[in-house]
């Protein structure tokens, strides 16, 4: 293993160990769930929206490591961060799993999961947040509260 792979699994499993950003908010503007059946991966992703800003985000769930170090990642990364930047980090996240050339510079701990795309059957646990928190932006800006 190399040492920028040893640093990233270190990351990895410091996020796994110490989540950040865990629980579930008292009163969430909106709330959506994701399962993965097939590995039992489940969270839960809460926010809290002011002026189309995430004011808080809080995660639970339960599952691998990857699964739930990436919804700890997922929520330092767009905490603070408008819905449509929010969206952008998403974006820039999953292309990254998918081979692409980093497309932004402020990914931090998230660059740390750039080793998941060499295992294919793992990239559906990184994401499993990401697509739960799309879910939970999609609903926020159907619903008459956005």
Request: net charge negative; with cysteine; glycine share 8%.
């Amino acid at each position: 293993m190399s040492a920028l792979d040893e640093l990233y699994r270190e990351v990895i499993l410091e996020h796994y160990k110490s989540p950040r950003n865990l629980g579930r908010l008292n009163e969430p503007d909106v709330a959506t769930r994701g399962h993965n059946p097939l590995c039992g991966d489940d969270v839960e992703i809460s926010l809290d929206l002011e002026s189309g800003v995430v004011h808080d985000i809080r995660f639970q769930g339960k599952g691998c490591s990857i699964s739930q170090a990436s919804a700890s990642m997922l929520t330092e990364a767009v905490k603070g961060k408008t819905t449509a930047e929010a969206r952008e980090i998403v974006e820039a996240f999953k292309s990254m799993l998918h081979g692409e050339p980093l497309t932004r510079d402020d990914l931090g701990d998230l660059e740390a999961l750039q080793g998941v795309r060499k295992y294919p059957v793992r990239i559906k646990c990184a994401l499993l947040a990401w697509t739960t928190l799309l879910e939970g932006l999609d609903l926020y800006a159907k619903s008459d509260r956005s």
